[in-house]
C-alpha cells in the first residue's frame, strides 16, 4: 500500500521535472532562435506558447494519473 503512494510521488515529482526542463529548454531555443531572426519573433512566441500549453498540459496528465492512483488506493 505505501509503495504505491512513494511511487505516485516519484511519478509526480517526474512529471513537475520534465515539464520544466522540457519547457526550459523549449524558451531558451526560442530565445536562440529570436536572436538569429528577430523578424520572426511572432510565428516564434506563437509556436512556444502552444507548445509550451502542450507539454503543461502532458505534465498535468500524469500528475492527475498519480492522484488517481493515490484515491483510489
Do not use: S
Amino acid at each position: 500500500m505505501e509503495f504505491a503512494y512513494m511511487g505516485a510521488g516519484i511519478g509526480m515529482g517526474l512529471c513537475a521535472i520534465g515539464a520544466g526542463l522540457g519547457i526550459g529548454l523549449l524558451a531558451g531555443k526560442a530565445l536562440e532562435g529570436v536572436a538569429r531572426q528577430p523578424e520572426a519573433v511572432g510565428d516564434i512566441r506563437t509556436n512556444m506558447i502552444l507548445t509550451a500549453a502542450l507539454v503543461e498540459g502532458v505534465a498535468l496528465i500524469g500528475e492527475v494519473f498519480c492522484l488517481l492512483i493515490v484515491l483510489t488506493k
